[in-house]
């Protein structure tokens, strides 16, 4: 499972031309031209002037740096994913998901591989993160994983993770390129709503990318439950392979998940690395 709760105006991102390899941390603040815009793409305006955008970027901190999350980081990672990406993300928000523990455990469960990354403040706050998991292909003889649904007491998540089954029980990434032996799923992408429109969805997805360069994964692979996550992973050259709209998941006949438009269908997205 991987859902984001990207806002628009977060789909103008770093180039992937501009790697983020050679500087840890890497500060906002030098990709900001005079007029506080990225150098490298003009940002979407969400409320229609220019001079609103400028504004609320001049009132925010914008010394801010990508790097690594760690074990000590689960607290402050908790804090901003259930102040934003618990309910922000079209399918929590939906369902009005609420306290849930079990998605707790979901987002933080792969941060020992320190694969994961954050953007943080000069005040050390964390205002963005991306939480990413290493998935290895099943080798013959090893017992089928268990459905995620099947072990969800939390009846409304219950639902969401049902979702995620079907997907599984659709679509196998590893009959799609039989030539890798794991991939990198980037799960979850949420940016303090403060923060958006900086840039800063594409900056941890290109920090991203180059871990996964630099320990030898091929393949990276998204699943949006969001059009705007999924507009930002296009914008950086990510391929859709498989779509499923919200009105074609039945469940007895009947719909599950019907979100605010323009979240219509849940699309995983894929970039090679080795190509």
Request: hydrophobic fraction near 35%.
């Amino acid at each position: 499972m991987q859902t984001c709760d990207t806002a628009a105006a977060e789909g103008h991102t770093v180039g992937l031309e501009r790697r983020l390899a050679v500087l840890i941390p890497t500060k906002l603040s030098n990709l900001l031209t005079r007029s506080n815009r990225m150098a490298s793409k003009a940002p979407t305006i969400c409320d229609g002037t220019a001079n609103a955008v400028d504004a609320k970027l001049s009132e925010i901190d914008r010394e801010l740096s990508i790097s690594v999350i760690t074990e000590e980081d689960t607290e402050s990672v908790l804090d901003l994913l259930k102040r934003f990406f618990f309910k922000d993300e079209p399918l929590n928000t939906y369902v009005q998901l609420g306290e849930c523990k079990e998605l707790e455990k979901y987002c933080t469960k792969s941060l020992g591989e320190h694969s994961s990354y954050k953007a943080v403040n000069s005040r050390g706050e964390i205002v963005g993160v991306i939480l990413n998991g290493t998935i290895m292909k099943p080798q013959p003889g090893d017992e089928p994983p268990a459905k995620l649904a099947d072990n969800c007491a939390h009846p409304k998540f219950r639902k969401i993770m049902a979702l995620m089954d079907h997907v599984d029980e659709q679509f196998d990434i590893f009959e799609l390129y039989p030539d890798i032996d794991r991939f990198l799923d980037c799960k979850i992408i949420s940016v303090d709503t403060n923060y958006r429109g900086m840039g800063i969805a594409g900056m941890l997805t290109d920090r991203t990318l180059d871990y996964a360069s630099r320990n030898g994964i091929k393949l990276i692979h998204v699943l949006c439950s969001s059009h705007f996550s999924a507009r930002v992973m296009e914008k950086m050259d990510f391929n859709e392979v498989y779509r499923l709209p919200y009105a074609d998941y039945l469940v007895n006949g009947e719909q599950v998940f019907d979100p605010e438009k323009p979240h219509v269908a849940l699309r995983i997205l894929t970039k090679r690395l080795d190509q």
